[in-house]
Nanobody
Framework: QVQLMESGGGSVQAGGSLRLSCVASRLSYPYSRYCAGWYRQDPGKEREGVAT???????EYANSVKGRFTISKDNVKNTLTLQMNSLQPEDTSLYYCVAAPPHQCGQGWYWGRGTQVTVSS
């Protein structure tokens, strides 16, 4: 069972930056073969895909974060990172790290426990 441990959440004022990290362990394949990403969820709302990265390095972003957030993957350190700049109050949420082996990409995500990001105006 893949384990994902997020870190880096916190509180910041609007316009500030945060960097989220996620370390993956108990992998059945080399981390380079996994696709990965970040989701976020507010209470009472559905989870929203923020950014994903395929095992070929292709990235996708939600329209709301394009140009402000950058996802990256270190296949040596088994670490996924989300650099968040120009944060806005609407970015406040619980952020989850996800990963899936190559045959489950986009469908059978493994989930971390989440890290809280709070942006004040």
């Amino acid at each position: 069972q893949v384990q994902l441990m997020e870190s880096g959440g916190g509180s910041v004022q609007a316009g500030g930056s945060l960097r989220l990290s996620c370390v993956a362990s108990r992998l059945s394949y080399p981390y380079s073969r996994y696709c990965a990403g970040w989701y976020r969820q507010d209470p009472g709302k559905e989870r929203e895909g923020v950014a994903t990265i395929r095992n070929d390095g292709y990235t996708e972003y939600a329209n709301s974060v394009k140009g402000r957030f950058t996802i990256s993957k270190d296949n040596v350190k088994n670490t996924l990172t989300l650099q968040m700049n120009s944060l806005q109050p609407e970015d406040t949420s619980l952020y989850y790290c996800v990963a899936a082996p190559p045959h489950q990409c986009g469908q059978g995500w493994y989930w971390g426990r989440g890290t809280q990001v709070t942006v004040s105006s």
